[in-house]
């Protein structure tokens, strides 16, 4: 009897075991598996070193969070700079010389950017001047510093009347309010640095700043944003689509005691409102440190991913857009990235950084997120891979960093994903703390030498005149292959990391398409704030100038 | 009846049961009345000897402190400064106070063998009055001195190591005979000694009692180290900011609220205050800077060995007021100066150096500004560091080292003279000494300008600094001490 059961096992073992193994293993790309076509994989090249980027990110207390990058062009090349954050170290600005659709290439320069105690950064064209100035977060007083032209900068605080206070500052979003011709300035701090022996329950406030009434930019003194939960992140976002972005803001549980996620109603000449349970508001509490958000349904309402230590979470619109009840689709979506794809270790994950995108060109948008230890933590992850998830139309992602080799152990803390050499494929930068900061270039289907992209793109630059130059809180949307996909243009969002140029957005197939704007202030379904369609050839980049329409892009 | 009779040694008590007879009654009064006579003669013998003007509170007490040498202060010196060398929480300020505790415990301790000289209780900040030798008590001065110096020592250095608390015994236990031409045994009855040691001891705890209230009280107790934790550097354009390679919190930011010895000293010499700070290339602040980072890309041999020889660090030398304590004892040894005359100057010049500490840290963190190495990474060259030593973990303006050093100078100036050559052995030990200086000016000057060399000063701290301490000297060489007539 027992020899006849064994047998059997057997028997089935031998039929069943390979289509066990067959179902599990990832098919090659372009197959169908199931319903959905897998994604294919970019391959990205570590050139930090060949690069010439040399920056690390250390200190102790004050610098375990914390860690970011911005990428802008202020040079009118097209081709976005670095600016670093060095945390004890000087923050380094890296003036982008890479040739166009070839290797990366960065020069160390000194642009006015080179800072103490620096966190993190957001480009943004605060003065309406058309060039780019940059929001430093640091531990200490913020930085408001104005571009002046061909990548150099100088200290603001004074001429725009801005009270940097003296706090652990460690998120920021800005965005044009209604009709304001000037910018509002929303900044997430930490921890009361006084209570370093005990810093539980020592949340400090988070600070608005209005812009001061006037032609000339200026900001009004501080407005604190009670109560604060110790932000990692803040987006200014339209969640519900109303064509006003409510702030919202992901906190550290860790040291917050009653706290949770927050969002605010912020309106101009109207006091800040935060949404509570009985707005539809479920109370959240995560170990919040990064936030990003893309359209991905195609409804028009953007979806959040929040990171944390452990689950991650991917939060969409439960009850329709007038409430903001999100309930969470990061398992089902298989995004919880909840401990390291690699590297053996079982312990959970501590995320950070975290960026939507599409890396490999294909139509469906990507999720980047930047992870590392907090420092020794014993009980989270050590060797803590950052992700590649790989979306496609069924809504699943799929982890590709090891394929794509895009590995990074280190403790990564801020990150962007951003073309570094204009060939319209998404580069990356990680962060380390107490680490070097690393690049790596997207080389598509090919190799270092002869870099072949897998779908087309398109990168729009928007254009408007008047104080809000780059229509931020504007939706950008492509119509190719029967879809439109949307891109929000906002200042704020991930870890300490922002950067403010082109938008991308990946073509798949397709070689031509549509593309429109609805101007900030726009309705989801406004016909007003809207310019016309337009049409575009792929792989190209664009300036829509609201006044002039579509044009290619020069440097 | 019994009657109770004591002679003067109080360690016999001898209780005799009378005579039932008449001439034992006879010879017991006599007796009395010799006792009677021994116990008034002998103050009024010794008021005899004294010269202090009616008034004093301590006239005539037992002999002059002149008349001794100052080997008990010195040695006890020689000894203290490696100490604090080797106690953990000495650092420069912590290690000025210690000594100017210690120097003015010695100055009371023997004020009343000093005559026409007045202690400085009334004149010191919040200091009332302490113990006083009785007037009709004989003391031993240096005796005195010794309890003195020796409680003060245990008191303001509890957490020395072992071996140090064994040699502070030692030293105690073996000074009479070590010093024994300062430790006659025909004046060092067992009373004598007694009593010298309790005065001693006395005005060492409450000189104690009175310093446990100024705020630099257990340096590495919990109180103050949570206290110091809370504070939070200021922000903004020239701010202080850590410094590399360690990146270390500010030190000690609280000591300039410490209570100074001298109550106006800070208010009378607060320094100007540094250039204003600007970034631009050619602006006063820039070409400051500038100089800094010339001098000390290529150092001359001179002044490196120069920056060296002045960094008196904490932990592997007994800090810059310790190098100032070991030029003036020596200067007392060579001198062959008396024990009156050691007290006096140890007092003055400690006290200077302290109050200069005190008012230099509250300058500092007032002013809060930032080191060389910040600003030369930020505007000039983003990879240069001051090339011989760590900058230290704390604000610039102004500079501690020219402030103290400015005030011992001018302390030692009066006594010695301004021109006075003289001999440096503070790092014999190391191989760096002995130096010789044409003046304690001099001297002074090349403690401030190490500090440039050493790349982690800027030049107005350093001028303003030397003038800062010159004042607080000047205050110091003000108090006073001499009885008016």
Known sequence: MLRAVGLLALALLWFVAPAIVRSQALPPPGERAGAATVPRVPHFVDETDAAGVQSRFDGDWEYTVGGGVAAFDCDGSGLPSLFIAGGVNRSKFYRNRSVRGGALKFVQERAGLELTSTLGAYPIDLDGDGTLDLVVLRVGEAILMRGLGDCRFARANELWSFQGGNQWTTAFAAAWLGAEQHPTLAFGTYIDRSQQDFPWGHCTDNQLLRPAAGDRLGFAPPYALKPGYCALGMMFSDWNRSGMPALRVTNDREYYKAGQEQLWRIEPGVEPHLFAAGDGWKPLQIWGMGITSADLDGTGYPAYFLTSMADNKLQVLAAGAGRPEYRDIAFASGVTAHRPFAGGDVHPSTAWHAQFADVNNDGWTDLFVVKGNVGNMPDFAMLDPSNLLLGGPDGRYVEAAPEAGLLNYQ??????????????????????????????????????????????????????????????????????????????????????????????????????????????????????LVSPWFDAAADRSYLLDRQKGLAPWRP | MAALTTVLRPDVLVLRPPRRTVSAALFASLFLALVLVAVLAVPLATRAQSTSVAGSANAGASGDAARYSAAVATEWFRVVLPAIQQTPGQSPPVAARTLAYLSLGLYESIIAGIPGQRSLTGQLSELDSLPAAQPNEVLHWPTVANATLAALTHMLLPNAPADWNARFDALERNMPVAQSADFDPAQRTPEVIIRSETHGRLVAMALMTWARTDGGHDVLGPRRVRLDSQYVSPSGPGAWVPTPPRFVRPLLPNWGSNRPFMPAAQQRCAPSGPPHYDESAGSPFYREAEEVRRVSVEPTEEQRRIALYWADDPGKTPTPAGHWAWILTDLLRDRKANLAMAAERYARMTIAMSDAFVATWKVKYEVNLLRPVTYVQLVMDSNWVPPLMETPAFPEYPSGHSVQSGAAAAVLENFFGSDTEFEDRTHNDRGWGPRRFKS??????????????????????????????????????ALVTREAH
């Open chain 1, 411 to 528: 403790r990564g803390r801020g990150g962007l994903l951003v073309d570094l050499n204009g060939d319209g494929m998404l580069d990356a930068v990680i962060v380390n703390r107490w680490d070097r900061a690393k690049v790596w270039r997207n080389v598509g289907a090919g190799s270092a030498s002869a870099p072949q992209p897998i779908g087309h793109w398109l990168q729009i630059r928007l254009r408007q005149d008047g104080g809000n130059r780059d229509a931020v809180g504007a939706w950008l949307e492509v119509e190719a292959s029967g879809r439109v996909q949307r891109r929000e243009q906002m200042v704020g969002g991930g870890h300490a990391s922002g950067t403010l140029g082109f938008l991308h957005v990946g073509l798949g197939e397709a070689t031509t398409a549509r593309v429109r704007v609805l101007w900030p202030g726009a309705k989801l379904g406004d016909q007003v």
């Open chain 2, 440 to 477: 304690f000016r001099a001297a002074a000057e090349e403690a401030a300008l190490s500090r440039l060399y050493a790349g982690i000063h800027f030049r107005s701290a350093i001028d303003h600094g030397v003038k800062q301490g010159r004042c607080i000297g000047a205050q110091a060489l």
